[in-house]
């Protein structure tokens, strides 16, 4: 069922007023506000932590003390990285 001019109208009221009170929720809602192929990310703390797991994986797998320890540090420091951004944005 199509709208009416009224109803038309009346949404096109709700959308300036919201769009006056609240610009950036109105551009989400609307979808101006977000880019072409922006997805997810990865920070750079959860890259870490990622390559430290790995790290440690593999050198648990092929028994390389060194390896574990770069790992173990390196997955720590990820999780660091990440509680340091997440209180910065909190």
């Known amino acids: 069922m199509p709208l009416s001019d ?3 109208k009346r949404l096109a ?6 769009e006056s009170e609240d610009p950036r929720l109105a551009a989400s809602l ?7 192929g922006a997805g997810w990310k990865l920070s750079f703390g959860a ?3 990622l390559v430290g797991a790995v790290l ?6 092929t ?27 909190n």
Not at 13 to 18: A, G, K, N, R, Y
Not at 31 to 36: A, L, M, N, S, V
Not at 68 to 88: E, K
């Open 6 to 8: 009224e109803e038309k």
């Open 30 to 36: 609307s979808g101006k506000g977000r880019q072409p």
């Open 63 to 89: 028994n390389i003390s060194v390896l574990s320890v770069i790992g173990l540090v390196t997955l720590l420091a990820g999780m660091f990285r990440m509680a340091t951004d997440w209180v910065r944005r």
């Open 56 to 61: 440690l994986l593999f050198s648990i797998s």
């Open 47 to 49: 890259k870490l932590m």
């Open 13 to 18: 009221e709700l959308e300036q007023q919201l």
